[in-house]
């Protein structure tokens, strides 16, 4: 079936070090969404990507969509502790209404 | 503008028992999902309604669960009868219909079964 695979599930990083997480689909998508999740929180949208090989930025945060439109990272520069929490990627698909939702990648801060 | 709203936010209740969930989405958005989240198996969709319509259930665990979608307003998410192994984050979430549209999380409803 259709799968979007996250990783890495953890990473812990000193304040100040940059963060990526990769999202990788089985099949061609027609987006792919990411979502930020605090501790305790509910997810909440931070950006869409449509087109192949985009690249966006929100300050601190770069996100991709692989050319193929089948992969996608992002990256955080200089970490701070409010960057912690969970981040997902979540593709569509033109037919489907269904977001396929990775496994999420985690980012802790270490003291 | 008020996102989307759930209730209860909190709640405990004993094995055997039922629960509902509640679930108000954000007025003009067409779609309406129930999520439940849990650390073994992350973020499942279990429902999602277009138009008050259930469109697809297939992630309704099984019978003990049901939801229903009375008005472009409002929905339920059951569990009767409840277990442990239902322990978990509900997230009501709403969108406008189409592939790709953002959606809208609730805060969340924390259910523990004991």
């Known amino acids: 079936g259709q799968q979007v695979m996250q990783i890495p599930q953890y990473q812990h990083v000193q304040e100040g070090e940059d963060f990526t997480t990769y999202c990788n689909s089985s099949?061609?998508?027609?987006?792919i969404q990411w979502y930020k999740q605090r501790p305790g929180g509910h997810p909440v949208f931070l950006i869409q990507?449509?087109?192949s090989g985009e690249v966006k930025k929100q300050k601190r945060l770069t996100f991709q969509f692989g050319e193929a439109k089948k992969n996608s990272s992002l990256h955080i520069t200089a970490t701070q502790t409010t960057d912690v929490g969970t981040y997902f990627c979540?593709?569509?698909?033109?037919?489907?209404?269904?977001?396929?939702w990775g496994a999420g990648t985690k980012l802790i801060i270490k003291p | 503008d008020a996102g989307v709203i759930q209730s209860p936010r909190h709640e405990v209740t004993e094995m055997g028992q039922e629960v509902t969930l509640r679930c108000k989405p954000i007025?003009?958005?067409?779609?309406l999902f129930w999520y439940r989240q849990t650390m073994m198996r992350g973020l499942e969709l279990l429902i999602y309604?277009?138009?008050?319509?259930?469109?697809?259930d297939s992630g309704m665990p099984e019978d003990r669960f049901s939801a229903k979608m009375p008005n472009a307003s409002f929905s339920t998410l059951k569990i009767q009868p409840s277990e442990p192994r239902d322990s978990a984050v509900y997230f009501c979430?709403?969108?406008?219909?189409?592939?790709?549209?953002?959606?809208?999380f609730g805060e969340g409803s924390w259910l523990t079964v004991v």
């Open positions: 979430a709403s969108s406008q219909q189409g592939s790709g549209a953002t959606i809208y």
């Open positions: 007025s003009g958005h067409n779609s």
């Open positions: 309604f277009n138009n008050n319509v259930p469109i697809d």
């Open positions: 099949t061609t998508l027609s987006n």
């Open positions: 990507l449509v087109k």
């Open positions: 979540a593709g569509g698909r033109d037919s489907n209404y269904q977001l396929i």
